[in-house]
């Protein structure tokens, strides 16, 4: 993930326009969003910032709530406008149920993770003001922006019940890293109980390449914070119970459909969503009884703090944290509020990645994610 960009809009940044915005090096960028951001808008002729809208509201919820966030952004002129790392073919169907809903269009910016956190940086620097009104980003690239000072506070009904929330972005997506195996290959005595065993099963497991964020938070909440191990011992308690059937996998859907084919019996950390289609679908894959620790990033929603539409960007956050949830399954993703259909189930408390500690200490991270790597050795498949 691009956490060195905050030094990457250093001097001379020019104002963006292009919508096309794939990244070569990620392949789920693939598609290019539909918003033409460097077209003006007029200047909004309603509230002047969210903090005037929330005192609008008052204490207003549900329906009437809406109906009265409607209004008000129907006096802001121009045309809301979000940035996202979403895919088109998911994300294009919220806007237009949106638009359907609330009869307010919303153009949509679509670039990988570390593309959009680029783009709303550098356009912060140009003082450019018709750029992001909402922002739908991966949760460490949502946190640098908070951190930058460009998120709004969010302070709403909507994030109520919500798996993941901040002072100025929420979750809309989670992204559960679960522990799997095949049912074939793996009897039902032998099922691991503890991420220990897991790690140490005797056949042979994937083990996920690039996932520093879920193996920062795995070292620091569960071996040392539940274990009382230091972080050096974590890492060898890591690393000496790795059995000589680990393979390096990169690529959550590469190492789910190899197990599902039976090329491993277990896999360390596959994603919750992939996982439960898979099992819908046939394939001879388990993950419950659930093996802790459930660990969990998420894609989160915000509003530009510069918004010239804070009514229609708070109007359209809240969409996301509310209708858009019912709507997440369809596109085999795990919503973010609990009890929504197709989510994490309810008796599960997963733990939210340690954005932190990953954040403050990258290399850190991927350099003791590398030791592990090199502990196992051979040859690394990717997708």
Same mark, same amino acid.
């Given at each position: #993930?691009?956490?060195?960009?905050?030094?990457?809009?250093?001097?001379?940044?020019?104002?963006?326009?292009?919508?096309?915005?794939?990244?070569?090096? /990620?392949?789920?960028?693939?598609?290019?969003?539909?918003?033409?951001?460097?077209?003006?808008?007029?200047?909004?002729? %309603?509230?002047?910032?969210?903090?005037?809208?929330?005192?609008?509201?008052? /204490?207003?919820?549900?329906?009437?709530?809406?109906?009265?966030?409607?209004?008000?952004?129907?006096?802001?002129?121009?045309?809301?406008?979000?940035?996202?790392? #979403?895919?088109?073919?998911?994300?294009?169907? !919220?806007?237009?149920?949106?638009?359907?809903?609330?009869?307010?269009?919303?153009?949509?910016?679509?670039?990988?993770? $570390?593309? !959009?956190?680029?783009?709303?940086?550098?356009?912060?620097?140009?003082?450019?003001?018709?750029?992001?009104?909402?922002?739908?980003?991966?949760?460490?690239? #949502?946190?640098?922006?908070?951190?930058?000072?460009?998120?709004?506070?969010?302070?709403?009904?909507?994030?109520?019940?919500? %798996?993941?929330?901040? /002072?100025?972005?929420?979750?809309?997506?989670?992204? !559960?890293?679960?522990?799997?195996?095949?049912?074939?290959?793996?009897?039902?005595?032998?099922?691991?109980?503890?991420?220990?065993?897991?790690?140490?099963?005797?056949?042979?497991?994937?083990?996920?390449?690039?996932?520093?964020?879920?193996?920062?938070?795995?070292?620091?909440?569960?071996?040392?914070?539940?274990?009382?191990?230091?972080?050096?011992?974590?890492?060898?308690?890591?690393?000496?119970?790795?059995?000589?059937?680990?393979?390096?996998? /990169?690529?959550?859907?590469?190492?789910?459909?190899?197990?599902?084919?039976?090329?491993?019996?277990?896999?360390?950390?596959?994603?919750?969503?992939?996982?439960?289609?898979?099992?819908?679908?046939?394939?001879?894959?388990?993950?419950?009884?659930?093996?802790?620790?459930?660990?969990?990033?998420?894609?989160?929603? %915000?509003?530009?703090?510069?918004?010239?539409?804070?009514?229609?960007?708070?109007?359209?956050?809240?969409?996301?944290?509310?209708?858009?949830?019912? #709507?997440?399954?369809?596109?085999?993703?795990?919503?973010?509020? $609990?009890?929504?259909? %197709?989510?994490?189930?309810?008796?599960?408390?997963?733990?939210?990645?340690?954005?932190?500690?990953?954040?403050?200490?990258?290399?850190?991270?991927?350099?003791?994610?590398? $030791?592990?790597?090199?502990?196992?050795?051979?040859?690394?498949?990717?997708?």
């Amino acid at each position: #993930m691009g956490l060195s960009l905050l030094g990457a809009v250093a001097c001379g940044a020019q104002t963006p326009t292009a919508v096309d915005a794939t990244d070569p090096a /990620d392949t789920s960028a693939a598609e290019a969003g539909t918003a033409d951001a460097g077209t003006e808008s007029a200047p909004a002729t %309603g509230a002047a910032s969210v903090d005037d809208v929330y005192a609008e509201l008052g /204490d207003l919820a549900g329906e009437e709530r809406r109906e009265r966030l409607v209004e008000i952004a129907s006096e802001e002129e121009g045309t809301l406008r979000v940035y996202t790392s #979403m895919n088109t073919e998911e994300i294009q169907p !919220v806007v237009d149920a949106f638009k359907e809903d609330t009869g307010l269009e919303a153009l949509v910016y679509r670039a990988s993770n $570390e593309d !959009v956190l680029k783009r709303v940086l550098e356009e912060h620097k140009a003082a450019f003001d018709d750029g992001a009104d909402v922002i739908l980003n991966n949760a460490p690239e #949502m946190e640098l922006a908070s951190r930058e000072g460009l998120l709004a506070p969010l302070d709403s009904p909507a994030t109520e019940g919500i %798996g993941v929330v901040e /002072d100025d972005w929420a979750a809309a997506n989670l992204l !559960v890293y679960l522990t799997a195996w095949n049912v074939n290959t793996v009897p039902s005595e032998s099922v691991p109980s503890s991420m220990e065993d897991a790690l140490a099963h005797e056949g042979p497991l994937a083990y996920q390449y690039e996932d520093t964020l879920w193996f920062a938070t795995l070292v620091t909440e569960w071996y040392m914070n539940e274990l009382g191990m230091t972080e050096r011992e974590a890492v060898e308690e890591i690393k000496a119970g790795l059995s000589e059937g680990a393979r390096i996998v /990169d690529g959550h859907t590469l190492g789910a459909n190899l197990l599902a084919s039976g090329e491993y019996d277990v896999a360390s950390s596959l994603y919750h969503h992939t996982l439960v289609q898979m099992i819908e679908d046939g394939a001879p894959l388990a993950w419950e009884p659930a093996i802790e620790p459930l660990i969990v990033n998420s894609l989160g929603v %915000g509003m530009h703090k510069e918004t010239g539409q804070p009514a229609g960007a708070l109007l359209l956050a809240e969409y996301m944290l509310t209708d858009m949830q019912q #709507m997440l399954p369809e596109f085999g993703r795990t919503p973010a509020l $609990e009890g929504a259909p %197709g989510g994490l189930p309810a008796e599960y408390d997963p733990i939210p990645v340690r954005l932190d500690l990953y954040i403050d200490n990258r290399e850190h991270w991927e350099g003791l994610n590398l $030791e592990v790597v090199n502990a196992i050795g051979g040859e690394i498949l990717a997708e």
